[in-house]
């Protein structure tokens, strides 16, 4: 019988990054926990009443960034929140996936759920239901600025709720009205503050940060292994990895790297036996290299969990004061800020790699055979693979580069100052994409050399070097290597290697 993902109940306040890695990826089932439910409830309650009170308030009965001193009268305040939906469907690019999708959901319906946005409970059960039935709203990539929120990317979402834009659903691109059908499902007519409450937000870029985060951290795992790899294959010393050494320089991620290359290197009888007596950095200095990633890791993810469990919505409704206050909890730069600063050491961990594998493919520097070929002249074997690990790395010394250090004003002056923080999301995804692809050259070449020099040693290192050979064989002679590196960098997004650890 096949597994059932466990049900993910949302209160707004504990959403976690696995979670939503299960939600994303493993489709399990959400629902709203009844406390949330309430706080919504309450929240629209409060909301109406101020209304009616006559108070004026942003985006509920005036229009939106320099129009915000345009009033609008009672009737109209359904039509202006679709208008703002439809009008702020700007984006452009490759959409997102049908895991992205289904992240950026997940996180607008649990910021939702906190009740401090003042939605109707049909709202959110409209949004959990989309994400239990598979109804997945074509989101275009490019658009957002990162305030006031991820506008044109949430609205895009937002479209499929009152029956508009495009979804996917069991496999097929359709209208927003025919997916919802399909599922069984009614669109929504919006009412007040219910477009601008769906769009205004950091969901775009947050929930972007949470995959990247959650692939980052199988990834630095990985690495440290097929860096094991390559240090038995090298016959690099150990010594710097000693418990003492990370002692006396107490960074804890510099700490965790020594700790695992001591445990896969355990019972190796071909390190310590090279000729130098120190390594070169990119042997010597993992710890110092690779712990860092680690240490800013934590780092991120606690601002993305937090984000994940925050309210960004404006203006934003404190039912327990039967107030609304206008302010800036859409602004992405917490969150900008934190994605691009992890890409600087995820760069530093590529290029590590990069370098071991030049070091692997060079027999001067080796000792192994040229390009770690079975027949050098004749065949080339591994040379162009570390040609292809250098233009990976190339582009991730661009993409490192920070966006939130970028602003382009938008709405007339009115949002003077923005975060750049959507791209930051992207670049950070597709510098991910790029450090599995050169972390799989090494392991391919990791491999390759331990084959070349008698097979591994260590108990740990040789059962990663089983799990590589599983999926992709000895290089016995020159072949098509593309689907062989794209093979294995698959293998580490699926965090296959991470057996060897155990």
């Known amino acids: 019988m096949a597994h059932r993902p466990a049900k993910i109940i949302l209160d707004g306040d504990s959403l976690t990054i696995e979670q939503l890695v299960s939600v994303a990826e493993q489709s399990s089932p959400v629902d709203?926990?009844?406390?949330?439910?309430?706080?919504?409830?309450?929240?629209?309650?409060?909301?109406?009443?101020?209304?009616?009170?006559?108070?004026?308030?942003?985006?509920?009965?005036?229009?939106?960034?320099?129009?915000q001193n345009t009033g609008i009268e009672p009737e109209q305040a359904g039509k202006l929140q679709e208008n703002l939906v439809r009008s702020t469907s700007a984006g452009t690019g490759e959409s997102l996936s049908r895991v992205e999708s289904r992240?950026?959901?997940?996180?607008?319906?649990?910021?939702?759920?906190?009740?401090?946005?003042?939605?109707?409970?049909?709202?959110?059960?409209?949004?959990?239901?989309?994400?239990?039935?598979?109804?997945?709203?074509?989101?275009?990539?490019?658009g957002s600025v990162?305030?006031?929120?991820?506008?044109?990317?949430?609205?895009?979402?937002?479209?499929?709720?009152?029956?508009?834009?495009?979804?996917?659903?069991?496999?097929?691109?359709?209208?927003?009205?025919?997916?919802?059908?399909?599922?069984?499902l009614?669109?929504?007519?919006?009412?007040?503050?219910?477009?601008?409450?769906?769009?205004?937000?950091?969901?775009?870029?947050?929930?972007?940060?949470?995959?990247?985060?959650?692939?980052?951290?199988?990834?630095?795992?990985?690495?440290?292994?097929?860096?094991?790899?390559?240090?038995?294959?090298?016959?690099?010393?150990?010594?710097?990895?000693?418990?003492?050494?990370?002692?006396?320089?107490?960074?804890?991620?510099?700490?965790?790297?020594?700790?695992?290359?001591?445990?896969?290197?355990?019972?190796?009888?071909?390190?310590?036996?090279?000729?130098?007596?120190?390594?070169?950095?990119?042997?010597?200095?993992?710890?110092?290299?690779?712990?860092?990633?680690?240490?800013?890791?934590?780092?991120?993810?606690?601002?993305?969990?937090?984000?994940?469990?925050?309210?960004?919505?404006?203006?934003?409704?404190?039912?327990?004061?039967?107030?609304v206050v206008s302010a800036g909890n859409f602004h992405g730069q917490p969150v900008a800020v934190a994605l691009d600063a992890i890409g600087i050491p995820l760069q530093a961990v590529a290029s590590f790699s990069e370098r071991r594998t030049a070091r692997l493919t060079d027999s001067k520097l080796s000792g192994l055979s040229p390009f770690l070929s079975r027949n050098p002249g004749l065949e080339s074997g591994y040379m162009v693979a570390q040609y292809t690990a250098a233009a990976l790395v190339s582009e991730g010394k661009v993409l490192s580069h920070p966006s939130s250090s970028d602003s382009i004003p938008t709405s007339a002056n009115q949002e003077d100052y923005v975060s750049m923080?959507?791209?930051?999301?992207?670049?950070?995804?597709?510098?991910?994409?790029?450090?599995?692809?050169?972390?799989?050259?090494?392991?391919?070449?990791?491999?390759?050399?331990?084959d070349i020099s008698g097979g591994p040693t260590a108990p740990r290192i040789a059962r990663a070097h089983e799990i590589i050979r599983k999926i992709v064989p000895a290089l016995d002679r020159d072949r098509e290597l593309s689907t062989e590196i794209r093979m294995c960098a698959d293998l580490l997004r699926k965090g296959a290697l991470l057996d060897a650890l155990s």
């Open 32 to 67: 709203i926990s009844r406390k949330a439910i309430e706080r919504v409830r309450n929240s629209r309650i409060s909301l109406e009443k101020t209304i009616e009170g006559g108070g004026t308030i942003y985006g509920v009965n005036t229009g939106f960034g320099e129009l």
């Open 103 to 142: 992240a950026v959901m997940l996180l607008r319906l649990n910021t939702l759920v906190k009740g401090y946005s003042g939605v109707r409970v049909e709202v959110v059960r409209l949004l959990r239901d989309m994400l239990n039935k598979g109804v997945h709203p074509m989101i275009p990539s490019r």
């Open 146 to 184: 990162g305030a006031s929120g991820d506008l044109a990317p949430l609205a895009h979402m937002a479209l499929v709720l009152i029956g508009e834009g495009m979804a996917e659903f069991e496999g097929r691109i359709m209208s927003g009205s025919s997916a919802l059908g399909k599922a069984g």
């Open 186 to 323: 009614e669109p929504l007519s919006l009412k007040h503050k219910e477009g601008l409450a769906l769009i205004n937000g950091t969901q775009f870029m947050t929930a972007l940060g949470a995959l990247a985060i959650h692939h980052i951290r199988m990834l630095q795992e990985e690495a440290i292994v097929v860096f094991s790899m390559t240090l038995e294959a090298l016959r690099g010393r150990t010594a710097p990895f000693d418990r003492r050494v990370a002692s006396v320089r107490a960074h804890p991620g510099a700490a965790r790297v020594a700790e695992r290359v001591r445990r896969m290197s355990t019972g190796s009888r071909r390190t310590n036996t090279g000729s130098a007596l120190q390594d070169p950095y990119t042997l010597r200095c993992a710890p110092q290299v690779m712990g860092p990633l680690r240490d800013m890791t934590d780092y991120c993810e606690s601002v993305i969990v937090t984000e994940m469990n925050s309210t960004t919505d404006n203006p934003i409704v404190f039912p327990d004061d039967m107030d």
């Open 421 to 450: 923080g959507a791209y930051s999301a992207i670049k950070l995804k597709r510098m991910v994409e790029n450090a599995y692809t050169v972390v799989a050259i090494e392991a391919l070449c990791a491999a390759q050399a331990l």
